[in-house]
């Protein structure tokens, strides 16, 4: 079987011209000369694809358009866009590596999208699993307001004493209802980072304004709160500390999801 013809992409990779291109274009060797019925031809597919982030090794990945060209010379299977591009444009069937060769070093070939994308099937992975873990997150939410309200209405009612496990089950119930609210809103993040590619820089900004909107509200509650304690309009001491302690908490996790954010950020630039 013939191997496949080096592209003059190859040629330009150590002179710097390529830099500014995220991935190499695949420009045959004859595409100055002889083109395609005397004419030079570009053609622009949409872009590349990986299963899962860290599929390709971001070292290399420049290379992809040459090495996917290269395979589909070659005919290796699950390259049949490529295959079907050269049979449309020769208007005839390429069935050999000799006819594909021949085809591809006469065109030049290039993504428009300058990144990689998540596979569909991928993409519809990640919408079953959020949508479950958004019911499971929203579950756990509204037992536990449930509880905590259940937990007020008793002590309210005698049934429960100003004692140690009206105390923990307050406590209890806080932090479980803030740790679903937190969920919730890293999910959300996510979905709306993946689902909405941005250029780089506009979409990581987004989610990071929103976050720290998140953190200083935050702040704003626990200043509410300590007036509010100050001027007598919070008379519950229960209150008093789970709030004390739910609201910092919330600011902190906000805070550490910023920096985790734009730690993943920098690690991918």
């Avoid at 709160?225 to 908490?249: F, K, Q, S």
Wanted: glycine fraction near 8%.
């Amino acid at each position: 079987m013939l191997s496949a013809p080096k592209a003059v992409s190859g040629a330009l990779v150590n002179s710097g011209v390529l830099d500014q291109f995220a991935f190499h274009p695949w420009i045959g060797v004859e595409y100055g000369t002889l083109g395609i019925h005397g004419r030079r031809l570009l053609i622009v597919g949409e872009s590349h694809y990986q299963s899962k982030p860290g599929d390709v090794d971001a070292a290399t990945q420049c290379t992809l358009t040459l090495e996917v060209i290269e395979r589909a010379i070659r005919g290796d299977a699950g390259f049949s866009f490529y295959s079907k591009i050269a049979d449309a444009v020769s208007g005839e069937a390429l069935n050999t590596s000799e006819q594909r060769s021949g085809f591809w070093k006469r065109v030049t070939f290039y993504n428009y999208v300058k990144r990689l994308l998540i596979t569909a099937a991928a993409r519809a992975g990640k919408g079953e699993n959020f949508m479950t873990r958004k019911k499971v997150a929203v579950s756990i939410a509204y037992v536990a307001v449930f509880l905590q309200l259940a937990t007020y209405l008793a002590r309210d009612t005698g049934w429960l004493s100003n004692g140690g496990l009206y105390t923990t089950l307050l406590y209890a119930t806080s932090i479980t209802l803030l740790g679903a609210v937190l969920w919730l809103a890293r999910l959300r993040f996510r979905s709306q980072h993946e689902a909405q590619p941005a250029e780089p820089g506009k979409g990581a900004n987004r989610i990071e304004k929103q976050l720290m909107a998140i953190a200083l509200l935050a702040v704003v509650a626990l200043g509410v709160v300590e007036v509010a304690r100050a001027t007598g309009y919070l008379p519950d001491r229960n209150l008093y500390v789970t709030l004390n302690i739910a609201l910092p908490v919330l600011f902190l996790a906000m805070t550490y999801q910023v920096y985790l954010h734009r730690k993943k950020n920098s690690a991918g630039r």
